[in-house]
């Protein structure tokens, strides 16, 4: 088989790639060991697909070259995604800063990137045995038979949800073309706990409250969430994507309120209040509960406290610090940090910079967006610039 473009990886970077490249009349194979093309848009966003977020920004990604994402993210703006989505007649809704998400099924927006590949031929249940570089093209050995194409692209992902299909493929190209790797590691993703922190959130596991958590420079303010093994919920996926083994990160769990004022507030007042019942005034009930418990005020009176004290649970509440033990890994993180090195490609084309018609777009380069739709408006972006120079 002989074609012009062979894409890797029929997922979201892959099937929009392919319908760029129809789109200049170039013959394109798409081949994928999945069954089913577009396997984490159907998962993704709860299945409804967070498809964009209007407020795309390369400050809005994590990457060794931050700058390197901006050309792409130019050339193909969430307002160009939702003119697509416009036209398939896909109805969709803002959910809250910027994030747009199918009113229906995700399987729509797979739906219509297949429609948009306009005679591209996918070939699913396809493995690629081998790559080479031939004359001044490409010849790949598929499960299905040789392929020679004029270009190639790698879309076939990162490492994130193995179950999913996930492999080190591109990475194990890039190396093959002698293209850097930037390490990997799991983003967007649940953190974990040693057995002495666990011992207080285990108990907590479901309560949510609204915090900001910080690492260095960079914070996050959404949704916390407690669960059996640390701690989960938006704010914690956005941190664990900067978070690496060993470092601490800071949690303020009440960032509307300055408790320690609110304490000495009550405690003028006089009476019998309890601390926990006062806590509770800010935190969810559980979660003052076991911090008045943490902190041998299980029982006590907010009147007996003196001002140390109050201020040892204000920052309790406001600075927590906390040492995660680890995060649950690729097998639930929903992106991967780090990929194929951005040195070695060029930003307005997605191309290897030492190999002439060699492409990475998508997921496997070192570009990470935050949570929200950025990864995706990613994987259209630099899909479209590799599209447009195939
Ligand atoms: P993607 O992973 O989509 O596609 C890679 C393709 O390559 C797959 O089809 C795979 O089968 C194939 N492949 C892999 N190895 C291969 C091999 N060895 N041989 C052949 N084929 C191979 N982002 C966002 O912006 N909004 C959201 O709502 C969500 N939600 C979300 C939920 C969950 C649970 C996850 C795991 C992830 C998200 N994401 C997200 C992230 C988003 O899904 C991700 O960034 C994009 O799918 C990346 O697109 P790619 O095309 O690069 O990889």
Redesign the pocket.
């Known amino acids: 088989m002989d074609c012009d473009v062979l894409i890797?990886?029929?997922?979201?970077?892959?099937?929009f790639c392919a319908g760029s490249a129809r789109a200049t009349g170039a013959r394109v194979v798409v081949?994928?060991?999945?069954a089913r093309?577009?396997?984490?848009?159907r998962?993704?966003?709860g299945g409804r697909?967070?498809?964009?977020?209007l407020a795309t920004a390369r400050e809005r990604f994590i990457s060794e070259n931050p700058r390197f994402c901006a050309s792409a993210l130019a050339g193909y703006r969430p307002q160009d995604f939702v003119a697509l989505v416009d036209q398939a007649g896909i109805d969709w809704h803002e959910k809250t800063l910027g994030q747009l998400?199918c009113d229906g099924k995700a399987t729509q927006i797979t739906d219509m990137l297949i429609r948009r590949m306009n005679g591209a031929e996918l070939w699913l249940d396809?493995?690629?045995e081998r790559l080479e570089a031939q004359g001044s093209g490409f010849t790949a050995l598929t499960s299905r038979g040789v392929v020679t194409a004029g270009r190639v692209v790698v879309?076939?992902?990162?490492k994130?949800?193995p179950k999913?299909?996930?492999?080190g493929?591109?990475y194990d190209l890039a190396r093959q073309f002698g293209l850097r790797i930037v390490e990997t590691r799991p983003g967007?993703v649940p953190l974990t706990f040693a057995e002495q922190e666990l011992a207080l959130t285990k108990p907590l596991a479901g309560v949510s409250v609204e915090a900001e958590i910080r690492h260095a420079k960079t914070a996050f303010r959404d949704a916390l969430l407690f669960t059996h093994r640390g701690l989960s919920g938006p704010a914690v996926l956005q941190i664990s994507s900067y978070w690496q083994p060993g470092q601490e990160i800071t949690v303020d769990l009440a960032p509307d309120c300055d408790l320690a004022a609110v304490l000495r507030d009550r405690r003028g007042q006089g009476g019998r209040v309890a601390v926990a019942t006062v806590l509770g005034t800010a935190l969810p009930a559980r979660l003052a509960e076991a911090i008045a418990a943490e902190l041998g005020l299980g029982n006590a009176r907010l009147a007996d406290q003196n001002n140390a004290t109050l201020d040892r649970i204000a920052a309790r509440v406001h600075r927590w610090q906390i040492r995660p033990v680890g995060s649950e890994g690729y097998r639930t993180?929903?992106?991967t940090v780090g990929g194929v090195d951005t040195r070695d490609l060029d930003a307005k084309t997605m191309q290897a910079r030492a190999v002439p018609g060699l492409y990475f777009?998508?997921?496997?380069v070192d570009v990470t967006?935050w949570l929200?739709?950025?990864?995706?408006?990613?994987?259209w972006a630099s899909a479209h610039a590799a599209g447009l120079s195939l």
Not at 37 to 41: D, F, M, R, S
Not at 155 to 158: H, L, T, W
Request: with cysteine.
């Open positions: 890797i990886g029929a997922g979201a970077a892959g099937l081949i994928d060991h999945a093309p577009g396997e984490k848009i998962i993704s966003g697909c967070n498809f964009t977020n998400f396809t493995t690629l879309a076939c992902g990162a994130s949800i999913m299909g996930a492999t493929l591109a967007l993180a929903e992106v777009i998508g997921e496997c967006g929200g739709g950025h990864n995706f408006q990613w994987a």
